[in-house]
Nanobody
Framework: QVRLVESGGGSVQAGGSLRLSCAAASGYSACSYVMNWSWYRQAPGAEREFVSSFNTDGSTTYADSVKGRFTISRDNANTTVYLQMNSLAPEDTAMYSC?????????????WGQGIQVSVSS
């Protein structure tokens, strides 16, 4: 079981920036093959939505709502993923969760962080 720990959330004014981090704190050896890292978010009263992913081939994917403002990256060890969020807007307010999709040699699994709050005021 991989345990993911997120950090970097908080409250900012519109136009501000935050950088989220998500580290595999333990159990990472359970992943024989990492498929991708992703960030999702869920605003109050809304469904969870995809934000961004860092894919196996090194490519990145973004939701249209964050394209050009958010940047996903990872460390060389592939144990930590980051989400740099610029030009934040009130509609970015949500609980952000990172997800690690990996294969343990037999099957694919997804591991979720506990979530971290981002609040943007106008």
């Amino acid at each position: 079981q991989v345990r993911l720990v997120e950090s970097g959330g908080g409250s900012v004014q519109a136009g501000g920036s935050l950088r989220l981090s998500c580290a595999a704190a333990s159990g990472y050896s359970a992943c024989s093959y990492v498929m991708n890292w992703s960030w999702y978010r869920q605003a109050p009263g809304a469904e969870r939505e995809f934000v961004s992913s860092f894919n196996t081939d090194g490519s990145t994917t973004y939701a249209d709502s964050v394209k050009g403002r958010f940047t996903i990256s990872r460390d060389n060890a592939n144990t930590t993923v980051y989400l740099q969020m610029n030009s934040l807007a009130p509609e970015d307010t949500a609980m952000y969760s990172c997800v690690l999709f990996c294969n343990d040699g037999r099957r694919s699994n997804d591991y979720w962080g506990q979530g971290i709050q981002v609040s943007v005021s106008s």
